[in-house]
């Protein structure tokens, strides 16, 4: 994590009008707006998410792009290996999709995917920071050096979806 990521997170402040305009145009569907691995069960082999209170419409991949780094920072997954997982998801999605009747462009539902994490996610860096000179105990429930370490090997994550969904929607 160096200057640049710096400058990339930096970065999509600076363009949040325009990252937000983007993640408001685009083919809809309903979105659940709070998935997260907290959410999601297995009953009787299949899953069931749960909390609905914020569900409404939404970009097509709006839910499943940040969902890896998501359960990444709640410990589930290891940063390591949030861009397979991520990519399995999203490869998961578009089968259901397609099974559903879907025939849209998966590259503007990629867009998508990287632009929500990139948007989402672009707090960790100053959340590390503010972290690593505050006086707490803990991070995000775990030993404070242990929490900062493991959200800062998902920064250049969200830092390559940032860098992909600007090249993505020529940003």
Known sequence: MGAASCREIASIWARRDRWLSFLSTGEETVCHFDLTPKNVFVVDGEFVIIDWAFAGRGLLGLDVGPFAVNASADFFIDPEDVEVCSRQFEASYVRGLRDEGWTGETDAMRAV???????????????????????????????????????????????????????????
């Open 113 to 171: 995917c990287a632009a929500t994490t990139a948007v989402k996610f672009a707090w960790l860096l100053p959340a590390i920071l503010l972290g690593a000179i505050s006086d707490w105990e803990s991070f995000n429930g775990r030993p404070k050096d242990e929490g900062i370490l493991w959200w800062s090997r998902l920064v250049p994550f969200v830092v390559s979806e940032s860098e992909a969904a600007r090249a993505a929607i020529g940003m």
